[in-house]
């Protein structure tokens, strides 16, 4: 093992272990003991970002551990195997294997993918992709832990969800039935091998951790722009221009590609710009986001075809964009 997989672990134990210390026996004497030699301001955001990571590290864990016990235990045959060869019946198969998947946007793409070879067709396949990061049942339980008595949110997100894979898949069967959409990559079957010779529980453990430090990196990155932002952007301002619908759907589409949040934990930093943002604007952000982000863009491209990975970003931004605005209608008028 090399001196920087060594450091990466050691540096997970020692991140694990302090977590855990703040959040058992975290206090505000602690909290500003730490932030003691911080400006006012920047022990705010200290303070916010530490909040949203507690918030959500039991979900991440969570998450990366049934990731890794599905890619170890659930082959790709068996569930190729569900997916019927009736196109339509294949869509609702495939958005029931998506609720039974619990596997953020960071994990699903290489899922997918290997789905794909093994046969499973491309709309199916897709399906999967933009519905499993958001209908498993850890993104549900932190997005109704973040909004609780909220149901037009939580509820709201597995609707828009529901819709958007419905549209998308069936759009693509139309457009991408018949067409090879990957890329070739000579280093899988030698990946296959190498983890094949891993006793089950110890490719279980390096899969979680080195999930962990995929994930974590990308939530932490998204929680300390959040914080930032609870501080320093003018809430009047963003709640200025975000006051039309049009606009506060489009900055936060715009945030959830930018910060690329596990869709494990977006929902608590989505919570925290609640207070002056409308509810078709949070939807936006907690339905784009999972589906696309910075981070998953670029493993898209790595692993599709650039016809494929541009078709579908614009389809599903221009799907997402005009459900969030009608979600918002039927909230002021319908709901």
């Given at each position: 093992?090399?001196?920087?997989?060594?450091?990466?672990?050691?540096?997970?134990?020692?991140?694990?272990?302090?977590?855990?210390?703040?959040?058992?026996?975290?206090?505000?004497?602690?909290?500003?003991s730490i932030g003691i030699v911080l400006k006012y301001e920047s022990r705010s955001v200290f303070v916010i970002f530490l909040g949203i990571i507690l918030e959500a590290f039991p979900f991440i864990i969570l998450g990366v551990v049934f990731s890794s016990i599905i890619q170890e235990f659930v082959s790709e045959d068996m569930i190729r195997r569900l997916i019927p060869k009736n196109p339509i019946t294949a869509l609702f198969t495939a958005l029931f294997v998506a609720i039974l998947t619990p596997v953020c946007e960071c994990a699903i793409i290489p899922v997918v993918r290997r789905l794909i070879q093994k046969g499973v067709p491309v709309h199916a396949g897709t399906a999967i992709l933009v519905g499993a990061p958001i209908l498993n049942f850890i993104v549900f339980g932190s997005t109704f832990y973040a909004f609780q008595g909220q149901p037009y949110i939580y509820i709201g997100r597995i609707v828009l969800c529901i819709v958007t894979v419905m549209i998308v898949g069936v759009v693509i069967y139309l457009k991408f039935s018949s067409v090879n959409i990957l890329r070739t990559d000579k280093q899988i079957s030698a990946n296959l091998k190498a983890e094949n010779r891993e006793s089950k529980l110890k490719s279980i453990a390096n899969h979680s951790i080195n999930e962990f430090f995929l994930v974590g990196k990308y939530f932490m990155i998204g929680a300390f722009f959040a914080s930032i932002a609870q501080i320093f952007i003018?809430?009047?301002?963003?709640?200025?221009?975000?006051?039309?619908?049009?606009?506060?759907?489009?900055?936060m589409m715009g945030l959830a590609f930018l910060l690329s949040l596990c869709s494990e934990a977006?929902?608590?930093?989505?919570?925290s710009f609640q207070q002056f943002m409308s509810s078709e604007s949070l939807l936006a952000f907690l339905v784009y986001g999972p589906m696309i982000d910075l981070k998953n863009t670029l493993v898209m491209i790595a692993s599709f075809k650039m016809k494929f990975v541009v078709y579908f970003i614009a389809l599903v931004t221009i799907v997402v964009f005009v459900l969030s605005l009608l979600s918002g209608v039927y909230l002021r008028f319908g709901g």
């Open positions: 093992m090399s001196f920087s997989n060594n450091f990466k672990y050691l540096l997970l134990y020692v991140l694990f272990i302090w977590l855990i210390y703040i959040f058992l026996f975290g206090n505000e004497e602690l909290l500003d003018n809430r009047y301002a963003l709640a200025e221009a975000t006051s039309q619908s049009v606009n506060g759907v489009v900055i977006d929902a608590f930093v989505a919570a």
